[in-house]
């Protein structure tokens, strides 16, 4: 039975809104919690997308770790290899969230993902080799992030990065290896390519021209680079085949943004796994982030194959 390994993060997201904005007080609002972290968060997608998921990472042995793993369980998602330490407490991710419902700024704690090192990825790599897709996120150290990818590389194994945030996005400029595909969002990849570069959702094709030439100049040793650009859409810049579009998203209203980007990852890897072409992966990775954009939760409890499905018609008229 053909698989995805995800490798990545693991945490307890804790949100916090409020109508207020007094700086030096505390203000009155909401505070909710679910089980997160970038990987986590895209294997609990794909799972729920039908498709057999391992998931590698480090939790720590408490009672938030605890709540991830009890809350993280199902039939398709096999949990066996995360590595449980007292070492660290399990990581923490704090969100304030806009008027949108969007992030308005993060604080993250992920000491813990030290601990996803070479020796725990070698113990580990003969189900990475027999991977029909991996998942990567930068939440894991430089050292580690090259290990896998020469790994990949060497053994002809599809991957896709998922970059995380502005710091951690900069680890990939020292990987001496081509990189097969990563998912930045335009806020990230501004920062990687040190470019203030501006797109409008009018899709005007010099702008996006402009765009990629800038990053066939700036990072020629990535393959596919994949922008997500919130509610405006989807960039996809292919630079081995030389060519790019755009794909507008749709207009809806948003309960929660936290998990968005993780869920269009999913989405995506659900139609590169089932060998579907670029363009109609990009639009299952839109449709599968609409589905979360409308949960409390990070990851749909709503979620399935066959809703995936009935969304894609109803936003495309197709059947998958």
């Given at each position: 039975m053909?698989y995805?390994?995800?490798i ?6 804790l949100?916090a809104?409020t ?7 505390s203000?009155?609002g909401?505070i909710f919690y ?7 968060n895209?294997a609990?997608?794909i799972s729920?997308?039908g ?11 408490d009672?938030?770790?605890e709540?991830?793993?009890?809350t993280?369980?199902?039939?398709n998602?096999?949990?066996s290899k995360?590595l449980?330490?007292k ?6 991710y704090?969100?304030?969230l806009n ?11 992920m000491?813990?993902?030290s601990?996803?090192d070479r ?8 189900i990475?080799?027999?991977?029909k897709l991996?998942?990567i ?5 430089y050292?580690?992030?090259?290990y896998i ?5 060497c053994?002809k194994?599809k991957?896709?990065?998922e ?7 900069n680890?990939l400029?020292n990987i001496?290896e ?5 998912t ?5 990849l ?15 094709d010099?702008?996006i021209?402009k765009?990629?030439d ?5 990072i ?17 810049f ?5 060519e790019?579009f755009?794909?507008k998203?749709f207009?809806?209203?948003v309960?929660?943004?936290?998990g968005a980007g993780?869920?269009f ?6 139609g590169i796994?089932n060998e579907?072409d670029?363009?109609?992966?990009v639009?299952?990775?839109?449709c599968?982030?609409l ?7 990070t990851v749909?409890?709503l979620?399935?194959e066959d809703l995936?499905?009935k ?10």
């Amino acid at each position: 039975m053909s698989y995805v390994s995800v490798i990545g993060g693991i945490n307890i997201d804790l949100n916090a809104k409020t109508d207020y904005n007094y700086k030096f007080n505390s203000n009155p609002g909401n505070i909710f919690y679910s089980a997160g972290g970038v990987g986590r968060n895209v294997a609990e997608n794909i799972s729920k997308l039908g498709i057999k998921t391992y998931l590698f990472g480090v939790v720590g042995l408490d009672i938030f770790g605890e709540y991830v793993i009890d809350t993280t369980k199902n039939i398709n998602l096999d949990l066996s290899k995360i590595l449980k330490t007292k070492k660290y407490s399990t990581g923490i991710y704090l969100s304030i969230l806009n008027n949108d419902n969007d992030m308005s700024y993060a604080i993250s704690d992920m000491k813990i993902n030290s601990l996803i090192d070479r020796n725990y990825i070698k113990n580990n790599l003969e189900i990475l080799l027999n991977s029909k897709l991996c998942i990567i996120d930068t939440n894991l150290d430089y050292e580690t992030i090259l290990y896998i990818v020469h790994f990949l590389n060497c053994n002809k194994i599809k991957y896709i990065i998922e970059p995380v945030s502005i710091q951690k996005i900069n680890k990939l400029y020292n990987i001496k290896e081509n990189i097969q595909c990563i998912t930045p969002n335009i806020v990230e990849l501004r920062n990687f390519i040190n470019e203030d570069f501006v797109f409008n959702n009018e899709k005007d094709d010099n702008d996006i021209k402009k765009i990629f030439d800038l990053i066939k100049y700036k990072i020629n040793f990535i393959d596919d680079i994949i922008v997500t650009l919130g509610k405006d859409g989807v960039l996809f810049f292919d630079i081995i085949n030389d060519e790019y579009f755009y794909e507008k998203s749709f207009s809806i209203d948003v309960i929660n943004a936290n998990g968005a980007g993780d869920a269009f990852l999913a989405g995506y890897s659900y139609g590169i796994y089932n060998e579907f072409d670029k363009i109609k992966s990009v639009r299952l990775g839109i449709c599968n982030s609409l589905i979360n954009l409308q949960s409390d939760d990070t990851v749909s409890k709503l979620l399935s194959e066959d809703l995936l499905k009935k969304t894609y018609w109803r936003f495309y008229n197709e059947f998958i």
